[in-house]
């Protein structure tokens, strides 16, 4: 098992920045891929970034996050970090961080059925 835990969100201005992060815990020598989801009220969950994490730093990103995200790991500290700039009202929604560790044929992946541990959330509100 692997647990999940995020911190950072909050409250921000259209324009501002945040910087997200995911700390795992648990049996984490398996994780092979971490990402960042986000889900906004009335909305499915989407992918917002990934990367892999025992193998290089391999990322991929949602068309909505490139430019403006980052997504970046420290593994000695077994962290995730989603970096958000010039932050938009539409960036509101609760931001899951994800772990991976089934092998895949393909690099990586938005799909969220690949990934198999999930963290409880963290809120982030943009303000216009």
């Known amino acids: 098992q692997v647990q999940l835990v995020e911190s950072g969100g909050g409250l921000a201005q259209a324009g501002d920045s945040l910087r997200l992060s995911c700390t795992a815990s648990?049996?984490?020598?398996?994780?092979?891929?971490m990402g960042w989801f986000r889900q906004a009220p009335g909305k499915e969950r989407e992918f917002v970034a990934a990367i892999t994490w025992n193998f290089g730093s391999n990322t991929y990103y949602a068309d909505s996050a490139k430019g403006r995200f980052t997504i970046s790991k420290d593994n000695a500290k077994n962290t995730v970090y989603l970096e958000m700039n010039n932050l938009k009202p539409e960036d509101t929604a609760v931001y899951y961080c994800?772990?991976?560790?089934?092998?895949?044929?393909?690099?990586?992946?938005?799909?969220?059925?690949?990934?198999?541990?999930w963290g409880q959330g963290t809120q982030v509100t943009v303000s216009s």
């Open positions: 648990g049996r984490t020598f398996g994780i092979l891929r």
């Open positions: 994800a772990a991976g560790i089934t092998r895949l044929s393909g690099g990586l992946t938005g799909n969220w059925f690949d990934y198999n541990f």
